[in-house]
């Protein structure tokens, strides 16, 4: 079944074979704009799927479509597009898209979680020293979750770094 678009304030999002989003539009009459596109623009032709998003007032519309060309900088769009505008500066499009992709991507570090019997094991330190020395020393690393069964978890790192430092 085919879901018709409920409302005239449309964004529409055409996607590639890999649903990258190749073009980013804003219509009030979806089917005549995409048969504009399907005549005139070269971007239609890679183009597998239309995703559409419907809103109550053009002016929420317009706000989406501006907030997605300028998040998925769409190869298809040249208005509010930041690598378009690079281009009509000189910077080549390619050399922009090849610059991001090859940036290293940021890494999010999440602590490996421990508790103190799993971090003895791994260390070969007792687990009779590890309860000893969290209970006489008030700079000992404090549990940052509690595991099952109530068990105290520690960021191994901060272990690590305590016992180092003993």
């Known amino acids: 079944m085919i879901r018709l678009p409920t409302s005239d304030h449309c964004v529409y999002q ?3 074979a890999e649903f990258s989003v190749i073009y980013v539009g804003v219509t009030s009459h979806l089917f005549a704009r995409l048969g504009q596109h399907q005549a005139n ?4 032709k890679r183009a597998k799927a239309i995703e559409v998003e419907c809103f109550d007032t053009r002016t929420q519309a317009d706000e989406r479509e501006k907030f997605l060309i300028r998040a998925l900088m769409p190869a298809g769009n040249d208005r509010g597009n930041p ?5 009509s500066e000189g ?3 390619a050399d922009v898209r090849a610059f991001i992709a090859a940036r290293p991507k940021p890494v999010e570090r999440h602590p490996r979680l421990v508790s103190l019997r799993q971090y003895a094991e ?3 330190i007792g687990i009779q020293t590890l ?3 969290r209970d006489r020393h008030a700079d000992f ?3 940052v979750a509690i595991g099952g069964n109530r068990i105290s978890l520690y960021a191994h790192d901060d ?3 305590f016992m180092q430092a003993e």
Do not use: N
């Not at 623009?41 to 239609?44: A, F, N, R, Y």
């Not at 690598?83 to 281009?87: D, F, N, R, V, W």
């Open 91 to 93: 910077v080549s499009i």
């Open 131 to 133: 309860r000893t020395r």
């Open 141 to 143: 690393p404090r549990p």
């Open 159 to 161: 272990l690590r770094r």
């Open 83 to 87: 690598l378009a505008l690079m281009e």
């Open 122 to 124: 791994e260390s070969g």
């Open 14 to 16: 055409a996607l590639d």
């Open 41 to 44: 623009s070269e971007w239609w």
